[in-house]
């Protein structure tokens, strides 16, 4: 078999949990497992965290349904709301909480004939300006739910812009809007991402909604204590699959990118771009070669990178090779590569085994 892999710790996970919880002790915990819960497999994550949060988030109908018919009983919230009014039977068949928006879901929701009422979570845009109401719309589209049959509770909500900002305005900002829209409706609120549950405590309220952090990554733009005592929870690792040496002069890969200066031992690791692996990786992203610290040469291809192993004189065919993980953290890798860890881990495509520890 190829020996490419994504290692998923389970016991991370759950640590990685107990850190939001310990931060956020008097919240209630909405675990966010959208995208195959950020490319780590949503039916076990959501297995492994089922006792111990009270709700999970995610994107799409298609998501939530694949964790209910793997039994997952919590309530699930669709991020999102719902794209069509056509979904509305079945989030009222699958017990699914919503997001109300804007104005076409509210009135396609109160248009809908449902049997049982469901809880709303109602989103005002406080300044990232993407989904919610406006502020001078909220008030209506409030009452409008608080009077419908068709509602069981409201949770009021907001996202942040750039909360992994650890100063600056904005956050305060969104956050004194948000209190005077909703401090006296007496309803239950939630705001917080993993960066505002990491940085901006004044921002837990009722709800939490922890993504990035329950796997192991810090969304912030510093290290800070908390986020330190995160961990990894994917391991992205493989092994050589062939050693080999290449001459001064010659260049490794596609479009000859990797000239060697001089005589040059490089390993072969069966794992490309159509693993996740990013093809934008320039030479000198870090990888690990048998835990020592060793660096992509040449091209990223499809199917395979190829790492420099001169300092490495141990390495051989079957030597394990981590891209990422509990040792070289996918934040350092991003950083290289000019993206962010998010899209890392999201990233790593279904072609990659999961083996879950
Ligand atoms: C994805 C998402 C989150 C989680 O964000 P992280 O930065 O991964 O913690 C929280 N709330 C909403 C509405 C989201 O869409």
């Given amino acids: 078999m190829r020996p490419t892999e994504a290692i998923i710790d389970l016991a991370a996970l759950r640590s990685n949990l107990e850190v939001a919880r310990r931060l956020a ?27 111990y949060v009270d709700a999970f988030g995610v994107a799409t109908i298609t998501e939530a349904l694949a964790l209910r018919v793997s039994g997952i009983e919590r309530p699930i919230l669709l991020l999102e709301g719902f794209f069509e009014a056509a979904e509305i039977p079945d989030i009222v068949q699958h017990r699914l909480d919503i997001v109300i928006g804007n104005e076409e879901q509210l009135h396609a929701f109160l248009a809908a004939d449902l049997h049982r009422p469901l809880r709303v979570w109602l989103k005002v845009d406080t300044g990232m300006h993407r989904l919610g109401f406006c502020p001078e719309k909220f008030d209506v589209a409030y009452s409008r739910l608080k009077a419908s049959d068709a509602v069981a509770d409201i949770i009021v909500m907001s996202h942040f812009a750039e ?50 952090m329950l796997y192991g990554l810090s969304p912030l733009d510093r290290l800070t204590s908390e986020a330190d005592t995160l961990r990894p ?15 001064a002069g010659e260049a490794i890969g596609y479009g000859g ?16 771009y159509a693993d ?3 093809r934008e990786a320039p030479d000198g992203t870090p990888v690990l070669v048998a835990g020592r610290p060793s660096r992509v040469l040449g091209q990223v291809s499809m199917d395979m990178i190829t790492v420099d192993l001169e300092n490495i004189p141990e390495a051989q065919v079957g030597t394990p090779v981590e ?35």
Avoid at 257 to 272: D, F, K, M, N, Q
Wanted: a positive charge.
């Fill in 323 to 357: 891209l990422w993980g509990a040792e070289l953290s996918a934040t350092d890798v991003a950083e290289i590569v000019g993206t962010i860890n998010y899209t890392l881990i999201t990233g790593v495509s279904a072609r990659v085994p999961r083996r879950y520890v």
């Fill in 233 to 247: 929870v994917m391991t992205l690792r493989s092994s050589l699959s062939l050693v080999r040496t290449v001459e």
């Fill in 257 to 272: 990118r990797s000239v060697c200066a001089e005589r040059t031992r490089v390993g072969v690791v069966p794992l490309g």
């Fill in 163 to 212: 909360a992994d900002r650890t100063e600056g305005l904005g956050t305060p900002t969104q956050l004194a809007l948000f209190e005077s829209k909703t401090a006296h409706l007496n309803a239950p609120a939630s705001l917080a991402n993993s960066a505002a549950v990491l940085a901006w405590p004044s921002t837990h309220r009722d709800w939490i909604r922890p993504g990035l």
């Fill in 276 to 278: 996740g692996y990013p």
């Fill in 25 to 51: 002790p008097t919240s209630r915990i909405l675990a966010v497992v959208k995208a195959n819960a950020y490319g780590h497999g949503a039916e076990r994550v959501s297995a492994a965290l089922t006792e």
